[in-house]
């Protein structure tokens, strides 16, 4: 499938990436082999390219730019994907041309597929094009030619035996299909837009009603009048979906004082204001003021004793647990004064221990290194050799305050120094 020299081309960009440690072989390498080659040398020419100018221009951006495989690294070298695609490509060009072998050519030609690479920014810059290459591959145009060289490379390239009309006809088959899909891309488009354009509407009949339908809201209320202020708002929310259920209305609720104002005005211009006191439901909640007094409507009325029978089951639930949470906090205090008992008994034992060292520096150093390793829960191995050389000394310099020190350890022995002093004077003998 690959021509003999072409293999042997792609055979030596590897080999040259590989002794260089380079971890991709890029389509600049490609087009760095390809410069090797006499095929695509002599094209490259033709078109006006400088390969010498080209090649040490690959050269310097391969060595900048592809990264280096780490030492030790046995990683193989790797082809990029745009490497791949560009072989690829050659592949179906030879196949779609009817012909046999892969050629430098038909790689030179392929490359040019990769529009984003250094490699065809460098071709560029020489002003070296694919069509240049194809016109010369095709006709043997080479670039800045005279009309009587493209005659005669126009008379060499016609092939009697070729049928140009049955091409022809191919062809416009093909621009009829692809236009047929573009009038259906084109009825898509249109019907997209008119698509939007219903929405845009529906948007705005929504942005309409959302407005005729606003609710505004001027209300600060009271600590003491929470609660019933927000039994009010449901009461008016009750009215609203009652009274005006497929309605468009609009409605403003504020706060005047001590009474809530609902303000309900509807399409046609009628107008209901209907007004409660807070106080007044705030008796209600309470249990000063009958429901039957505030409201006249049964229905209404039923529905205010319901959240009062829920709001009291609320109220009584919320004492039984603050009761739990009281009694809690007692059993804590309790704790915490046993605790303090117990911190001071332990300190007033440290501080006659203290009293018997009297000023002996070494003997205090220790009570102070007890006392700074008291709250940790374990200790290093340098920790507990320091701990017991330090009872060691005390042991031997004042025995009294040894005695002090393990009636305070016996006190606090749950924690690990302590523990550790009672086991150092237990093996002393002491205990």
Known sequence: MLSEELESNLNRVYKYASEHRHQHVTVEHLLYGLTFTEAATETLEACGGNVEELRTCLESFIKESVPILPSGNKAETQPTLGFQRVLQRSVFRVQSLGEKEVAATHVLVSLFGEQESKAVYMLHKQNVHRLDVVNYLSHGIEKNVSEEDLDTAFEKGYDEKFDYKNLLRLKDKELKSQKHTNDKLELKIKDSSQLIEALKSEIGELKSTKSENKIIRSINFKPEHRQA????????????????????????????????????????????????????????????????????????????????????????????????????????????????????????????????????????????????????????????????????????????????????????????????????????GFI
């Open 229 to 428: 202020g927000l039994s009010i708002l449901s009461y008016f929310s009750e009215i609203i979906a009652q009274k005006y259920p497929d309605k468009t209305i609009s409605v403003s609720i504020e706060q005047i004082e001590k009474t809530v104002r609902l303000t309900i005005v509807t399409a046609d211009g009628d107008k209901e204001i209907i007004e409660e006191a807070l106080e007044a439901y705030g008796k209600v909640i309470i249990g000063d003021l009958s429901p039957e007094k505030l409201l006249a409507n049964a229905v209404y009325l039923a529905q205010l004793e319901h959240k009062l029978e829920l709001a009291h089951v609320e109220i009584r639930s919320c004492e039984r647990l603050l009761k739990i949470k009281d009694d809690s906090i007692l059993d804590l205090k309790e704790s915490f004064q046993v605790l303090v008992c117990i911190n001071k008994n332990n300190q007033q034992a440290l501080d006659n221990a203290i009293g018997k060292i009297g000023d002996n520096k070494e003997v205090l150093a220790v009570i102070d290194l007890i006392k700074s390793l008291e709250k940790n829960e374990s200790l290093t191995e340098k920790e507990i050799d320091c701990v017991e050389d330090a009872i060691k000394i005390v042991y031997k310099e004042s025995p009294g305050a040894a005695q002090e020190i393990r009636d305070y350890c016996i006190s606090v022995s749950s924690s690990m120094v302590g523990s550790v002093v009672l086991n150092t004077l237990r093996n002393l």
